[in-house]
């Protein structure tokens, strides 16, 4: 879309923050932005941008580009009006347009900036973080962390997640057998996923099955309830753990399914299960204990049985991680990857990958699904959680359905067998 340019013309907050954001942004100022004593600058036609208050300016001061922005965000210092989703895709398409992903200001740049925030009282000691961020401590990985960052996230409200995720409660990419069709949606797509993974693991009626990192139970029920297998899940999240035990015991389940709250590292298993499933758990282990997962998966399998591993990819960059937003409010400590590298990962640890199935463009239709019902429960989930975490979501479901729409992370199921005996997998399959 062809954009009226306007430069700035008066003395307001916001002309001086246009001038000042000129070599940080490549040139004229590519939003409309209303500052908090009502000036304006930028193109009219742009998307509109405010900002509240000088608290959001300090916050991009002391954490320039992604974190700083979210800060004010989510804290409502600064402010998109219209879609948030047409905000961040103009937002990317400029910095990619104007070369600035990995472009560094000049230090002249930075010191006029500094000057400017000076005459405008926006200086200072950086504002207290929100209090939806995560405050994370310990050793890189180590248990007790890994239980403090999960919990960060899965242990937020059971009945927040609820609204959002299908019945099923499964927090991980659907599988879309009709993406085209208006009559399918998100819980169809879970259910079709469960199916897809169950089979390629070959489930059958008694067949011992191991789910590591087991979520809210989608998996391990399903497989139970639809395959007759015999399943043990693990989590470190304590509500999901609750909610499990409680949907167990509702549906009869107490002789086939078995939650756990364990730690992978702890699964003490060996030779013993005939199938292992993990869905979007890879994501969270680290690059250091990634080799550690993937043994634990190995060696919980009999020879000859098969692993199917679901895990998120991005290509390699600056931000191996899911983003400073990302690890900072959602996900702390997360790691990811080429899907490449994790496949290497998976044969060094003494797996025989068979398959891997991107399913990328499912994961958009799995995000717009989660973000609808969102939207539709925004008033219930307030209530719940508050309007900051609300907006945390907002953001982080919006910024994530455009970063697998625009090919930035991927997503991919890799079916692998364990060797030392004859697997069946047909040499023909029709998933």
């Known amino acids: 879309m062809t954009q009226t340019q306007t430069r700035p013309t008066t003395t307001g907050v916001a002309s001086r923050l246009a001038e000042a954001l000129r070599p940080f942004v490549g040139g004229d100022l590519p939003v409309h932005l209303t500052a ?11 998307p509109r941008v405010v900002i509240r208050t000088p608290d959001a300016v300090r916050r991009m001061v002391w954490h320039p580009g992604e974190l700083g922005a979210a800060q004010a965000y989510v804290t409502g210092e600064l402010d998109v009006e219209g879609d948030l ?17 990995n472009k560094k200001p000049s230090p002249s740049a930075i010191v006029a900036a500094v000057k400017v925030a000076r005459e405008l009282g926006v200086l200072g000691r950086p504002p207290a973080p929100p209090a939806s961020q995560a405050q994370i401590k310990g050793r890189l990985h180590s248990k007790l962390r890994d239980r403090s960052a999960i919990s960060h996230h899965y242990d937020l409200s059971n009945d927040f997640y609820e609204q959002i995720l299908e019945p099923a409660m499964a927090y991980s990419c659907g599988y879309y057998r009709e993406p085209a069709s208006a009559s399918y949606g998100v819980e169809q797509a879970q259910r079709d996923k469960l199916d897809l993974v169950c089979r390629k693991l070959g489930l059958e009626p008694g067949m011992r099955m191991l789910d590591v990192g087991c979520g809210w139970g989608s998996l391990s029920l399903h497989a139970a309830e639809r395959f007759g297998a015999r399943v043990t899940g693990v989590t470190i999240a304590a509500e999901q753990k609750r909610f499990i035990d409680a949907r167990i015991a509702e549906r009869g389940l107490q002789d086939r399914v078995e939650i756990r709250l364990q730690d992978y590292r702890e699964v003490p298993e060996r030779d013993h299960f005939d199938a292992v499933g993990s869905l979007e758990m890879g994501e969270h282990v680290g690059e250091g204990n990634y080799p550690t997962y993937v043994e634990v998966l190995r ?43 994790t496949v290497a990962f998976l044969e060094r640890g003494g797996l025989e990958v068979r ?17 609808d019902r969102f939207e539709q429960h925004q008033a219930e989930l307030t209530a719940l959680v508050g309007e900051e975490v609300v907006r945390v979501w907002r953001l982080y479901l919006v910024g994530g359905m455009l970063t697998f729409r625009d090919g930035r992370m991927g997503v991919d199921q890799m079916l692998c067998v364990r060797p030392g005996a004859d697997h069946t997998l047909a040499p023909v399959r029709d998933w």
């Open 36 to 46: 908090w004593d009502g000036s304006t600058a930028g193109p009219e036609d742009a």
């Open 355 to 371: 398959d891997v199935h991107a399913m990328r463009e499912h994961y958009v239709w799995t995000v717009q699904g989660w973000l």
């Open 299 to 341: 060696r919980a399998v009999r020879p000859g049985g098969r692993v199917l591993v679901q895990q998120m990819s991005r290509a390699g960059g600056r931000w191996p991680g899911g983003g400073p937003f990302i690890e900072s409010f959602i996900a702390p400590d997360m790691h990811m990857r080429p899907v490449g590298e």
């Open 85 to 101: 989703g047409d905000a961040l895709t103009h937002a990317f398409d400029v910095a990619q347009s104007r070369g600035l992903m």
